[in-house]
């Protein structure tokens, strides 16, 4: 728990599938105490979304105290469904969704995420890191990638969200390493940037012979002592080499940001260097709070 006299103006929640983040926050937007909980939306009831909260922020509150939230937990089976809004849609919808409470001194307002209907596509938690990065970078006009478990590639003009694709690369690499025969040749950690390189290049150059390629990783192991090690890097670049490939028409000519964890964000920039497409790395916890920030002085109006 955290110190009870902090003086908690409001408080920025970051609640997705697997853990929640919460930062107190003064009337200046200064960082007062975080807190973090693996009481993420897929462990959780409707009903024990509140509880779940109050465990993290509960020494935090000493008097009517306003939440903002993003991510799952405005989901179908989160805390209170957010309605996505549509693109072409403004970054930070104009009506966040007040979630049911008890407590007395508790109001959790829930920030909605975007929808897209053709091709249909769907975000949640991502438009608050898009809304993050403009609040530090207005006027901006390009292309920002998200990457991770599902990487977003999203086109922003005129501080509207236009149009946007996820690929499933995280997913379809915790897969494929944990879950097909390539389980006995990816090494669970470790790295071969030439590897990388070399899977990068043959994704992006015959995206069409992913299928096979990935069980040539498997016959390199068995015939040529392929390491685990470089198995799983060639796995990695084979994979967001056959997604830069698809996403070209995004990328391409574009202004780029790249948000997200720091190690995932460089390969996805060293790899867009290759193709002569310059990126800007950001850190993904700073501008979701600044992204949350936005949205409840909006709030606030």
Known sequence: MTDPKIKTDWVAVDWGTSNMRAWAMSASDTVLAE?????GMGKLTRDRFEPALLAAIGDWISGPTTVVACGMVGSRQGWVEAPYATVPCGILPTDLVQAPTTHP??????????????????????????????ARNP???????????????????????VSFQTFMTGELFDTIAKQTVL???IATNGWDDDAFAEGLDMGLSRPERIAARLFSLRA??????????????????????????????????QRIAVIGSSGLSKLYVDALATQAAPATQVNASTITLAGLTAAYKRLKG
């Open 139 to 161: 006027g901006w006009d390009g292309v920002i990638c998200l990457p991770g478990t599902h990487t977003k590639w999203v086109h922003i003009s005129a501080d509207e969200v």
């Open 220 to 253: 390199n192991g068995l015939l040529n002592d392929m390491p685990g090690t470089a198995a799983r890097a060639q796995l990695s670049g084979l994979l967001i080499g056959v997604e830069l490939a698809a996403a070209k028409p995004y990328w391409l000519g």
């Open 105 to 134: 001194d508790l109001t959790v307002h829930v920030i909605p995420g975007i929808k897209q209907t053709n091709p249909a596509d769907v975000m949640r938690g991502e438009e608050t890191q898009i809304s993050g990065f403009l």
């Open 183 to 185: 389980r006995h040749s």
């Open 35 to 39: 807190a973090t909980s693996d009481q």
